[in-house]
């Protein structure tokens, strides 16, 4: 692997890859959040300004109805769709390979094999903890608050920032916003405000892009949180803990699509003194997980040595394949061994 971040060589190298590039193909994350999708959106409508014959964004599976507004979005080919041929085809041709917000090849579900398998050369811009060695370049730093904030970095690196246009500043400053909690996150640093005033000044409207994402609610999806926030929140103030859980039966109940429980278990850390909040969703047979903290308890730690996931230290997912009660039951089982590290976090 090439960190070109560090060497003037590798930068060299990359950029005659860049030059000499014909067919380009950018992918994220499954389940993509606005990050994964502002990063890819974002590079996509930069590179469709350059030299290049084609370029293709595509999703490992579909997206929510929240990131249905962004700009390109309607050219997002689905790998998990009647569309997996046309994927494949592409992967198999590019020369040039962007993977965005991930650097565990496992989160791109079943478009794994063909990703490791595609002839191009293949870059990572990521910020996830424990990156994987699958890649000829990798831009990739833990500390950055998004991916977003990377890819503009990236084209920054590359001396190219006056090439960003409106759409892709649109989609750069969606990841910056969503991934830094609406810029209140630690990772929140001078460099995200210098980017997004840089932003800003491309043709963003922030008021614009908050209220597409976030004050785009269904009265389903608003009486779905009612329910949530009622009847299933947890709180155990011995530990310091929230957490909620939800079966496919209630998901149906309320008609919940893709996406809607996007946030929702932000809510149990907004209570005073909790360090940690988690989610644990039943579907399909599988339980997906979202954990959420403050301070220094690593919730990416906690997830990858219990729950098949990772991320980073305030915010990871991670999965279990056994039942919704079972799992639930092995997390509280776990959290007395985390009581004196809980109860030490200043918040
Ligand atoms: P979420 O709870 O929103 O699904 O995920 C929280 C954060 O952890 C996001 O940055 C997401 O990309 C990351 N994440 C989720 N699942 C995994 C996983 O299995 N491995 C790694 N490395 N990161 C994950
Ligand atoms: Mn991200």
């Known amino acids: 692997v090439k960190y070109f971040s560090d060497s003037p060589q590798e930068l060299a190298d990359f950029q005659s890859d860049f030059k000499n590039a014909r067919k380009v193909v950018i992918t994220s994350h499954q389940n993509p959040d606005g990050d994964a999708f502002g990063s890819g959106l974002g590079l996509y409508a930069y590179l469709k300004t350059l030299h290049f014959d084609s370029v293709a964004f595509i999703s490992p599976t579909d997206y929510a109805d929240f990131l249905g507004w962004m700009p390109g979005v309607s ?15 592409l992967m198999a041709e590019a020369d040039l390979f962007f993977c965005l ?15 490791l398998a595609s002839p191009a ?13 699958f890649a000829d370049y990798i831009f990739w730093n833990e500390k950055a608050s998004s991916t977003c904030e990377l890819v503009y ?6 001396g190219d920032v006056e090439q960003i246009n409106q759409e892709s ?20 640093s001078p460099e995200v405000h210098r980017i997004a005033g840089l932003l800003l000044a491309k043709g963003v409207v922030p008021n614009q892009i908050h209220r597409s ?24 103030p011995e530990f310091r803990v929230c957490y909620i859980k939800l079966s496919q039966k209630e998901l149906q109940k309320f008609n ?15 209570m005073a003194g909790v360090v940690m909040s988690a989610i644990f969703i039943e579907k399909d047979g599988l339980i ?42 092995k997390f509280l089982n776990l959290l007395p061994y985390y009581k004196n590290q809980l109860l030490l976090q200043p918040k």
């Open 169 to 188: 500043a649109i989609c750069l400053y969606t990841g910056l916003l969503t991934d830094t909690g609406s810029f209140k996150y630690e990772a929140t």
């Open 288 to 329: 997906k997980i979202s954990f959420r903290s403050v301070d220094d308890f690593s919730v990416s730690d906690f997830s990858r040595e219990h729950f098949e996931g990772g991320g980073h230290k305030n915010a990871a997912g991670g999965r279990s394949k056994q039942s919704l009660e079972e799992t639930v039951e």
């Open 101 to 115: 917000d991930f650097s565990a090849a496992a989160r791109i579900k079943d478009m794994k094999d063909s990703l």
């Open 213 to 236: 994402l976030f004050d785009n609610n269904t009265l389903d999806r608003l009486k779905f949180l009612g329910y949530i926030l009622n009847k299933k929140l947890v709180y155990l």
């Open 121 to 133: 050369k293949k870059i990572v811009i990521d910020h996830h903890e424990q990156p994987e060695d």
């Open 256 to 270: 919940s699509k893709t996406g809607d429980t996007e946030g929702i278990v932000n809510y149990g850390l907004s």
């Open 75 to 89: 050219d997002v080919v689905v790998y998990e769709s009647d569309q997996k041929e046309y994927a494949e085809k």
């Open 153 to 158: 970095q990236f084209i920054d690196k590359i």
